[in-house]
């Protein structure tokens, strides 16, 4: 098998996202934040999509544990389906100028193909994120989210062999990937800020098929 390793490109969409609601609440001594929206991403293309999204957040009352589950859903229009869900717990360290929060991640997508031969890609992700923010005095903040993760993921797609039989081809990859995204902000208030940052993406590949 042969490594690779590069740094890959992310594509850019233009993505509006309807919030339906938000509820924050507390039962059972713990703080509860519920969001669902809807999604619209217009590429200009049949790779236009929409679908909902749920995420929710668990933070148990005097204690600094976040605990995270979201799903979304999207639909092409070219017949492609897409889903995905999340699960993650976290811990935040409080400081007298901030805090700092790392996270453990798992994550699961599942993409169906509408075409000739069919397919399915199917992506578990298991990762470690850090997520920090700090004041750096007056108006101004340090701000980051650091992430690293394990990708395993099978492709399935049905292909025929000599004799037009049919036969459902499966082929492996793992990956390991990184994002880190390190910016300073200026808080106009405690609702209003912006961000200036540098983002690096990268990975590391194996593929193999059965």
Avoid: C
């Amino acid at each position: 098998m042969k490594m690779k390793s590069g740094i890959q490109s992310v594509g850019y969409s233009v993505l509006a996202g309807l919030t339906a609601m938000t509820m924050a609440s507390s039962a059972n001594a713990a703080k509860i934040s519920l969001t669902t929206s809807y999604e619209v991403g217009d590429y200009g293309s049949t790779y236009n999509y929409d679908g909902p999204r749920l995420d929710m957040t668990i933070n148990p009352d005097g204690t600094n544990w976040y605990f995270d589950i979201g799903t979304r859903k999207r639909n092409h229009d070219n017949g492609q389906r897409y889903s995905r869900t999340d699960l993650s717990a976290g811990y935040r360290f409080r400081f007298e100028n901030g805090w700092i929060q790392p996270e453990v991640k798992i994550r699961r997508d599942e993409t169906l193909y509408k075409s000739d031969s069919g397919g399915r890609l199917m992506t578990d992700i298991y990762g470690l994120e850090l997520n920090h923010i700090f004041s750096l005095g007056g108006n101004w903040g340090l701000w980051g989210d650091w992430s690293f993760q394990m990708m395993k993921e099978t492709s399935e797609t049905v292909k025929k062999d000599s004799n037009d039989n049919l036969f459902l081809e499966n082929i492996y990859s793992d990956a390991y990937t990184w994002e880190i995204e390190e910016g300073i902000r200026y808080y106009f208030s405690n609702d209003s800020r912006i961000t200036v940052s540098l983002y690096d993406f990268g990975s590391l590949a194996d593929k193999g098929k059965d």
